[in-house]
């Protein structure tokens, strides 16, 4: 960000926890009495994951791991690195990933052939944000909070060269008239 570009809200605070309490609900439909593993794709999905679980009510586990698709700009290099493992097995798990922003669906789509070869017993998608127009390999999304408009969002656990984590809102970022 520099003195030409200023932050725009996007999604408020309030339409957020709307779409969360929504994508929970949903998911508790579908995983009470399967104790899911829900795995966090770090870094962007940490905010999104901890609202999210605090409206399930019955037993889970969580893992993260780190992957990465971006270098210091907000072009993605089109190649994802695994930076940090999974640490919990997930052979025969319901695993549920949880993602702040799909948007080529490198990311997710890398994630979900690598826990495939490691046999789960089910494996879902579940993103707060999905943004097609950008899309370059075809992904599943089976709970989505908003379909969102080709910008680059922060905010809510979303960066810009790892700032902006910290706002409550997803914003994005305009040049200024
Ligand atoms: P994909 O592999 O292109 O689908 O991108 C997935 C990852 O890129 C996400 O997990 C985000 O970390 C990052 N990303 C994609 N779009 C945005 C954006 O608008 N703002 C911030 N990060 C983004
Ligand atoms: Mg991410």
């Given at each position: 960000?520099?003195?030409?570009?200023?932050?725009?809200?996007?999604?408020?605070?309030?339409?957020?926890?709307?779409?969360?309490?929504?994508?929970?609900?949903?998911?508790?439909?579908?995983?009470?009495?399967?104790?899911?593993?829900?795995?966090?794709i770090?870094?962007?999905?940490?905010?999104?994951?901890?609202?999210?679980?605090?409206?399930?009510?019955?037993?889970?586990?969580?893992?993260?791991?780190?992957l990465s698709s971006y270098?210091?700009?907000?072009q993605t290099s089109g190649k994802i690195k695994?930076?940090?493992?999974?640490?919990?097995?997930?052979?025969?798990?319901?695993?549920?990933?949880?993602e702040?922003i799909v948007d080529t669906g490198l990311t997710t789509a890398f994630l979900l052939a690598y826990?495939?070869?490691?046999?789960?017993?089910?494996?879902?998608?579940?993103?707060?944000?999905?943004k097609?127009?950008r899309r370059k390999v075809p992904v599943?999304?089976?709970?989505?909070?908003?379909?969102?408009?080709?910008?680059?969002?922060?905010?809510?656990?979303?960066?810009?060269?790892?700032?902006?984590?910290?706002?409550?809102?997803?914003?994005?970022?305009?040049?200024?008239?």
């Open positions: 960000m520099n003195s030409r570009t200023e932050l725009r809200v996007l999604l408020d605070r309030k339409e957020i926890e709307t779409a969360v309490r929504r994508l929970a609900s949903e998911i508790s439909q579908d995983y009470r009495n399967k104790n899911p593993l829900l795995l966090g770090l870094r962007g999905s940490f905010v999104f994951l901890a609202d999210l679980i605090r409206h399930l009510d019955f037993p889970l586990e969580i893992d993260f791991i780190g270098g210091s700009s907000t695994v930076m940090k493992k999974l640490e919990t097995p997930v052979r025969d798990r319901h695993v549920l990933v949880v702040d826990l495939h070869r490691r046999k789960p017993a089910s494996m879902k998608l579940c993103a707060l944000t999905n097609p127009s599943d999304i089976d709970y989505i909070g908003f379909t969102v408009p080709n910008k680059f969002l922060v905010g809510y656990g979303l960066d810009a060269n790892q700032k902006f984590r910290n706002l409550p809102d997803i914003c994005y970022l305009e040049d200024k008239a």
